[in-house]
C-alpha cells in the first residue's frame, strides 16, 4: 500500500483566483489591497519566505509592503511600527515574521496588531476568539490543515484527530479548527506518554512538531491520513517534513513536503487580506 498524495497546490491555485478576482474589483473602486509584512531578522530562510509572499501577492494584485526592521531592531521598535501599520487606513493585512530579536515575545508584540487585520492570527485576542468559535483569521497553517482535509474529501465529522505539536500558530488553532468540524481532537506533544501508542488510534494524524522525520511509519495507523506541517531545512537546501517518508507505505493519504501544506498557508494568508479589505 502506497498513500495517496494529497497535494496543496491545485487547492492553492484556486485560492489564490478567487484572491485575485476579489482584489481586481477592489482596486477597481479606488481601494488596492495591501499587505504589509514586518520583519526583525536576518534569517535567510524568514527571508525566502518573506519575498515568497510578496511575489504571491504581486501576482495576485495585492501590494505588499515588506518593512525590515532588521536583527538588532528593539521590542519597542518592533511594537511601535506593528500599532503604526495597524492604525493605517490603507493597510489592511499585517504579518510579524519570525524569528524575533532576542528577548522578544511572540504573544507581547503580536498584541500590537489590530484583530481585524491579523490576517495570520498571531495576536493572542484572535486565538481566543477562534477557541470561543468566533469571528476571527485562524492561522493560516492551521487553516491550511483543514482547508486540505477538505479539498480532498477527507471526512472529518466523528473521526479522530491526533495533532501533534500544541503550538499557538498550528497545534492549538489546528485542534480548534477540527473540533468544530465534529472531529474527536487529542493533542500530543513533547511530554506526551508512548507517543506512537496515541498516534496509532488516529483517522487523522496532523504532524506538527518542527522535527524531521520524527514520526515514523511506526506511528501511523494503517490507512490513516497524515497532514504533514514540518518545513525542516536539509543539509542541501531542500525541506524534510516531520514524517518519516516510509510513512507512505501506512498511510492513506500523505501531504508532501515541498508542495502540500506550504502553498496552502500563502495563499490563505492573501484571501485573508482581501477579506480584512472588504471589511
Request: proline residues 6%; aromatic residues 2%.
Given at each position: 500500500m ?5 497535494s ?9 483566483a478567487?484572491?485575485?478576482e476579489l482584489a481586481?474589483k477592489?482596486a477597481a473602486q479606488?481601494r488596492?489591497v495591501r499587505?504589509?509584512?514586518?520583519s526583525?531578522?536576518?534569517d ?6 518573506v519575498r515568497?509572499?510578496?511575489?504571491a501577492a504581486a ?8 518593512v ?9 521598535e518592533?511594537?511601535?511600527t506593528?500599532?503604526r501599520?495597524?492604525?493605517d487606513?490603507q493597510v ?5 515574521q519570525t524569528p ?7 504573544e507581547?508584540l503580536?498584541s ?10 498571531a495576536?493572542?485576542?484572535?486565538l481566543g476568539r477562534?477557541a470561543?468559535?468566533l469571528p ?18 477527507v471526512e472529518?465529522?466523528?473521526?479522530h484527530?491526533?495533532v501533534?505539536g500544541r ?5 492549538k ?5 477540527l473540533l468544530d468540524?465534529?472531529?474527536?481532537v487529542?493533542?500530543?506533544?513533547s511530554r ?6 496515541v ?8 504532524a506538527?512538531?518542527g522535527?524531521?522525520?520524527?514520526l515514523?511509519a ?15 531545512p536539509t543539509?542541501?537546501?531542500g525541506l524534510?517534513g516531520d514524517v518519516?517518508?516510509?510513512?507512505a ?11 502540500g501544506?506550504?502553498?496552502?498557508t500563502?495563499?490563505l494568508l492573501?484571501?485573508?487580506t482581501v477579506?480584512a479589505a472588504?471589511?
Amino acid at each position: 500500500m502506497t498513500a495517496a498524495v494529497l497535494s496543496g497546490r491545485e487547492l492553492a491555485a484556486a485560492i489564490r483566483a478567487e484572491t485575485t478576482e476579489l482584489a481586481a474589483k477592489l482596486a477597481a473602486q479606488g481601494r488596492p489591497v495591501r499587505l504589509a509584512v514586518v520583519s526583525a531578522t536576518d534569517d535567510g530562510a524568514s527571508a525566502w519566505y518573506v519575498r515568497s509572499i510578496a511575489g504571491a501577492a504581486a501576482k495576485c494584485g495585492l501590494v505588499c509592503d515588506v518593512v525590515d526592521l532588521g536583527p538588532q531592531a528593539t521590542t519597542t521598535e518592533v511594537h511601535d511600527t506593528l500599532r503604526r501599520l495597524s492604525d493605517d487606513p490603507q493597510v489592511h493585512g499585517v504579518i510579524l515574521q519570525t524569528p524575533l530579536p532576542a528577548g522578544a515575545a511572540l504573544e507581547d508584540l503580536a498584541s500590537a496588531i489590530a484583530p481585524e487585520k491579523d490576517v495570520d492570527g498571531a495576536n493572542p485576542l484572535s486565538l481566543g476568539r477562534l477557541a470561543a468559535g468566533l469571528p476571527a483569521f485562524a492561522p493560516a497553517t492551521a487553516e491550511a490543515v483543514v482547508r486540505l482535509l477538505e479539498h480532498h474529501e477527507v471526512e472529518l465529522s466523528g473521526r479522530h484527530a491526533v495533532v501533534v505539536g500544541r503550538s499557538t500558530v498550528v497545534g492549538k488553532p489546528a485542534a480548534h479548527l477540527l473540533l468544530d468540524r465534529d472531529a474527536t481532537v487529542t493533542v500530543c506533544h513533547s511530554r506526551t506518554a508512548d507517543l506512537a501508542s496515541v498516534t496509532r488510534t488516529a483517522d487523522v494524524l496532523v504532524a506538527a512538531v518542527g522535527r524531521a522525520g520524527l514520526l515514523t511509519a511506526d506511528h501511523v495507523r494503517e490507512g490513516a491520513v497524515v497532514i504533514d506541517v514540518g518545513t525542516n531545512p536539509t543539509p542541501d537546501g531542500g525541506l524534510a517534513g516531520d514524517v518519516d517518508p516510509a510513512a507512505a507505505e501506512r498511510a492513506g493519504g500523505l501531504t508532501p513536503v515541498p508542495g502540500g501544506v506550504g502553498p496552502v498557508t500563502t495563499a490563505l494568508l492573501l484571501r485573508h487580506t482581501v477579506q480584512a479589505a472588504e471589511g
